[in-house]
């Protein structure tokens, strides 16, 4: 029965990517995420439900636009196989759980707000506060940690991210954060608690300082989106440490 709901579970991370696409593609520009249906960037087509199949369609059309053979993004494929993993690996370390639930929903809006921020900079309020809502429920009904944890650590994430912008601002003479970090941050604590905060600013800060040297080594030196390394760390994490009751307080 666990190959069956391996493969469920993949298969529905695999249209979540597809989902996350639209909302990735449409938030930041302000459109509807539920219409017009999905169409062609280049000629306006609509696209059919054949053509629409997750990673699939992607192969068999060689990533070109049926009917004006348009070049169809790469990003497309890529999230819906990265989700389509994501939700496998969540399953394969937490089984059927609430736990499960619970990442996974996290998962789906943090990488939403990740590659939204990662292209735009910056952290729509329409995903992250909702984000925030559903980590509080889960946490009312204790799955992963309990309330007391969740409060601590969504106030914590966003003190400690205020503190940063602010100091960073006075140290740097520039805007080194913005206000969706630290909306990031409250919704990460407010999943994981405060340990979480502070390996995600922890593992976020270093991935990204590295990631910041190679591009400036090879004179890319650009602003870079604080909030997709904080998201990665935070899965770092979730997957690699512990999310369980040894690590929460209260
Ligand atoms: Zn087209």
Redesign the pocket.
């Known amino acids: 029965m666990h190959l069956i709901y391996a493969i469920f579970i993949t298969l529905l991370g695999l249209a979540i990517g597809s989902f996350l696409n639209v909302c990735i593609y449409r938030i930041p520009r302000g459109m509807s995420i539920l219409k017009p249906p999905s169409h ?1 960037p ?2 306006g ?1 609509k696209i059919k439900f054949y053509d629409n199949i997750p990673v699939v369609s992607y192969v068999v059309l060689g990533g070109k ?1 049926r ?2 053979r ?1 070049k169809i993004s790469l990003r497309y494929p890529l999230v819906e196989l990265l989700t389509g993993i994501m939700f496998l690996l969540s399953y394969l370390r937490f089984g059927l759980t609430w736990d499960l639930l619970k990442v996974l929903i996290f998962l789906t809006f943090s990488g939403c707000i990740a590659f939204i921020d990662g292209e735009h900079m910056v952290v729509p309020d329409v995903v992250s506060f909702p984000a925030i809502i559903i980590g509080l429920i889960f946490a009312i009904f204790s799955v992963g940690i309990t309330l007391k944890s969740a409060l601590i650590g969504a106030f914590l994430g966003g003190i400690i991210m205020f503190i940063f912008r602010v100091g960073g601002k006075w140290i740097f003479k520039r805007e080194a954060l913005g206000d969706g970090d630290i909306v990031i941050m409250v919704m990460i604590g407010m999943f994981t608690g405060p340990f979480g905060v502070f390996i995600s600013i922890l593992f976020g800060s270093l991935i990204g300082s590295i990631v910041g040297i190679i591009l400036l080594l090879k004179k890319k030196g650009d602003i870079l989106p604080f909030g997709p390394f904080l998201i990665f760390g935070s899965f770092i994490y979730i997957y690699l440490i512990q999310f369980s009751k040894y690590l929460t307080i209260g």
């Open positions: 062609c280049h000629c087509r636009c009917y004006c348009g």
